[in-house]
């Protein structure tokens, strides 16, 4: 597709600070095209066999699995991400599509008993379907909707976010080339103000799906409502991390850092409040000490490095900002000097429970550990936050980790494991961490329409 704008996106490394490349960027007339075009081929790619809906998407993921290297290498340069978390989302993506090409063959509906007749339901495309997602993990979050959305019928139009675009460019050169149709699927760099706004607004969009920060998903809400589009949200989250005395706790303690500090910790479901049990905090925060100061922090394309830089400067600034005299520093890795966004990853204990670190979403890589007494005072200090995204709940007690993890009000939880994601089961948070659910079989039922049919006999 073309992509015109009288601007232009300068795409830059956060690891060097240095130019990736520039792009057209894309505005409001640019995606009424789009959605125009997604439209005219709704009409043909909804009634393609599921069988071979099921074999393009094959091929996609395919196609993405043969690329994995490039795609990851540009992941990670324009993200800053360490080369081999890009090459496992990489995967994530192939294995999404591959996942979600079994479904068009899958969408049942059922027979109802009713008196007089007989009922059926039908599982039906909703049409154009508008994705905006961000920029901690660009393609990961994008194959999430793309794919079922395709699976299911619909025809996709994809806005990825402005300062990371790259991989989102290529995921749509690599589905035209897998034998995708032209208008299915159409790729929007641009900014969320002109380009996702008109997405949001518009009258021929069924549905959007948007990724990213509660504060935008409330606009993207209150505009959607005025069309009555349906919509996805995944958004904000301050995840606890609930650490009892009777846990492994070095295992939970090894485990911590890549819970906080993953993608430098511009991760919505991050476990950044870390809650200790009082008679063991302090052999805990030995043992999360030393699991951050062994942290390798540095160039994203070293196999070696566990952590990356900040996306923007403007982004470490605001990460910065937390560590206030509301917080004291009790650890703090290492980060390289020089270009580059680099932040070490740090641990703080909150000076009073209003303290914005142990309550505000960081985005970043600052872990908050917080002490409690007993199981009731856990599930009350992890509960007392707007989001319900994800949580963890470490302890040998099988009866008490089945309490607390029906206690918590947060939509993905782990016992003993800090694992939010799997392509296989739903994602997706409580209260003000969103609406909806992303993979497994549940993402299939917000991109389609249930209809009824009744047939009087």
């Known amino acids: 597709m073309d992509r015109v704008g009288k601007n232009s996106i300068e795409v830059i490394d956060p690891a060097t600070e240095q130019v990736i490349t520039r792009l057209p960027s894309a505005g409001p007339e640019d995606a ?3 959605v125009a075009r997604a439209k005219a081929a709704f009409a043909t ?3 393609v066999a599921a069988g071979d809906r099921a074999t ?3 091929r996609v993921g395919a196609a993405v699995e043969e690329q994995a290297v490039s795609l990851a290498q540009l992941e990670s340069r324009n993200v800053g991400k360490p080369i081999n978390d890009a090459l496992g989302e990489v995967g994530m993506v192939a294995a999404t599509f591959a996942y979600y090409a079994g479904s068009p063959e899958r969408l049942t509906g059922k027979t109802i008993p009713v008196p007089g007749g007989v009922n059926m339901t039908f599982k039906e495309p909703m049409g154009v379907v508008g994705l905006i997602t961000p920029w901690n993990f660009p393609l990961a979050i994008a194959s999430w ?5 395709l699976a299911a019928g619909n025809t996709v139009v994809l806005k990825p976010a402005q300062l990371t675009p790259l991989t989102a460019i290529e995921l749509e050169r690599i589905a035209l080339e897998a034998g995708l149709p032209e208008g299915v699927f159409q790729v929007l760099a641009g900014p969320g103000s002109l380009v996702g706004e008109r997405l ?3 009258p021929d969009v069924a549905k959007i799906g948007f990724t990213g920060s509660t504060e935008v998903g409330k606009r993207i809400s209150i505009r959607a409502s005025e069309t009555i589009k349906r919509v996805t949200l995944e958004l904000g989250g301050k995840s606890a991390n609930i650490v009892f005395a009777d846990a492994d706790l070095e295992r939970a303690a090894a485990a911590a850092p890549g819970a906080v500090f993953g993608n430098a910790g511009q991760d919505c479901c991050a476990r950044s409040r870390i809650l200790v049990e009082r008679s063991t905090m302090d052999v805990f925060l030995d ?3 030393a699991n951050v100061a062994a942290m390798r922090v540095g160039d994203p394309m070293d196999e070696a490095t566990e952590m990356g830089p900040l996306i923007t400067a403007e982004h470490r600034s605001k990460v910065a900002s937390f560590l206030d005299e509301d917080t004291t520093v009790v650890a703090r890795g290492n980060a390289p000097d020089g270009p580059g966004f680099w932040f070490a990853p740090t641990v703080v204990t909150p000076n009073s429970p209003g303290a914005r670190a142990a309550t505000e979403e ?3 890589p600052i872990a908050c550990v917080m002490p409690f007494d007993d199981e009731e005072e856990a ?11 994800s949580g963890s709940v470490w302890t040998e007690n099988g009866a008490r980790a089945l309490r607390v993890a029906r206690a918590l009000d947060a939509g993905t939880l782990s016992v003993n494991s800090n694992w939010s994601v799997r392509i296989a089961t739903p994602y997706g948070g409580f209260k003000q961490s969103g609406i909806g659910r992303a993979l497994g079989p549940d993402a299939l039922d917000y991109y389609t329409e249930l209809k009824n049919l009744y047939i009087a006999t």
């Open 32 to 34: 009424d095209r789009a």
């Open 200 to 202: 949001v607004e518009h």
């Open 379 to 389: 599930v009350s200090i992890a509960n007392d936050t707007i989001y319900g995204l």
């Open 362 to 364: 960081i985005f970043g």
């Open 145 to 149: 909707g793309v794919a079922p959305a």
């Open 287 to 289: 043992l999360l000490s």
């Open 56 to 58: 393009i998407l094959r």
């Open 45 to 47: 790619w909804q009634n």
